[in-house]
């Protein structure tokens, strides 16, 4: 089974600030990492698939970038409503794991 | 639009049975893939299982295998995720996920059906 390793597990960050969360696989994964937004009392949603392919409207202000065994997200000029908790996923092998989740609180 | 809705709020005993459902609609429910999610109370998400309502091909997790169930029923566009004996370990939030793929993300996700088992 492949282990993903999210840093930090918490973030408290001001509004337009720029916050990079990362994502470290225990093998190669190649492409095969996606992010999710979820946010209180909300489903997950997709924010970018395959490391760095957008989501049609998804803020233009979230990308990612990464191969092989480290991703990241990152988010550009923060804002209030991007408070959440940020996971990381992989679908290159069964079983398909989520890394543990990273929170972003906004000050 | 794509959709999934899952079936409402459970509450069981220990040891009862439990059948949740998942009905998509808006695209083709035949070929995509449907994976279940677990999310423990404030805790993140663990993949279970992934079923393919065409034919139903089953993938669990080795987590999940023998714990749970995963059945479609293609004809109405439904698929289900059932308990033959409930513990109290298994009170969480699940979620219906569409795939396009075992290899894909996980691209439109249902609303959640929370299970509550407690004597």
């Known amino acids: 089974e492949i282990v993903l390793t999210q840093s930090p597990d918490f973030q408290s960050v001001t509004p337009k600030e720029k916050v990079t969360i990362t994502c470290r696989a225990s093998q190669s994964i190649g492409s095969s990492l996606h992010w999710y937004q979820q946010k209180p009392d909300q489903s997950p949603k997709l924010l970018i698939k395959y490391a760095s392919q957008s989501i049609s409207g998804v803020p233009s202000r979230f990308s990612g970038s990464g191969s092989g065994t480290h991703f990241t997200l990152t988010i550009n000029s923060l804002e209030a409503e991007d408070a959440a908790t940020y996971y990381c996923h992989q679908s290159s092998s069964l079983p398909q794991t989520f890394g543990q989740g990273t929170k972003l609180e906004i000050k | 639009e794509v959709q999934l809705v899952q079936s409402g709020a459970e509450v069981k005993k220990p040891g009862e049975s439990l059948k949740i459902s998942c009905k998509g609609s808006?695209?083709?429910?035949?070929?995509?893939?449907i994976a279940w999610v677990r999310q423990m109370p404030g805790k993140g998400l663990e993949w279970m299982g992934i079923?393919?309502?065409?034919?139903?091909?089953?993938r669990y997790s080795p987590s999940f295998q023998g714990q749970v169930t995963i059945s479609a029923d293609k004809s109405i566009s439904t698929a289900y995720l059932q308990w033959s004996s409930l513990k109290a370990s298994d009170s969480a939030m699940y979620y219906c996920?569409?795939?396009?793929?075992?290899?894909?993300?996980?691209?439109?996700w249902g609303q959640g059906t929370l299970v509550t088992v407690s004597s």
């Open positions: 808006g695209y083709s429910f035949t070929i995509y893939w």
């Open positions: 996920v569409r795939s396009i793929g075992t290899g894909a993300c996980l691209d439109y």
């Open positions: 079923i393919y309502p065409g034919d139903s091909d089953t």
